[in-house]
């Protein structure tokens, strides 16, 4: 089993930066692919940024500029940097991950708890 423990999530005035963290522990055979969504309250959850197993990046219009996922493989953990924050990226964020578990079966996508992220002053 594929498990996600996030972190780093709090309240920050805007202007400011917060960085999350996604732990991944289990046994994976192979990662596809990671991400961070955010879910706002009464809105759909959104995708925020991904990075392929390539190092190809993708971000939501709204972030480009601002927010830096990257990873650390010898941690098993990836992260979401987040500067000059606003009050509109208050959410609570999710990481995900893409893998397989063994060497034949079908990728799948695992979630983290999501942690909330408050931009206030």
């Known amino acids: 089993q594929v498990q996600l423990v996030e972190s780093g999530g709090g309240l920050v005035q805007p202007g400011g930066s917060l960085r999350l963290s996604c732990a991944i522990s289990?046994?994976?055979?192979?990662?596809?692919?990671m991400g961070w969504y955010r879910q706002a309250p009464g809105k759909q959850r959104e995708l925020v940024a991904t990075l392929t197993s390539g190092g190809s990046t993708n971000y939501l219009g709204s972030v480009k500029g601002r927010f830096t996922i990257s990873r650390d493989n010898a941690k098993s953990t990836f992260y979401l940097q987040m500067n000059s924050l606003k009050p509109e990226d208050t959410a609570v964020y999710y990481c995900?991950?893409?893998?397989?578990?063994?060497?034949?079966?079908?990728?799948?996508?695992?979630w983290g708890q999501g942690t909330q992220v408050t931009v206030s002053s």
């Open positions: 289990g046994s994976i055979f192979r990662l596809y692919a």
């Open positions: 995900d991950v893409e893998v397989t578990t063994t060497g034949w079966d079908t990728s799948r996508v695992y």
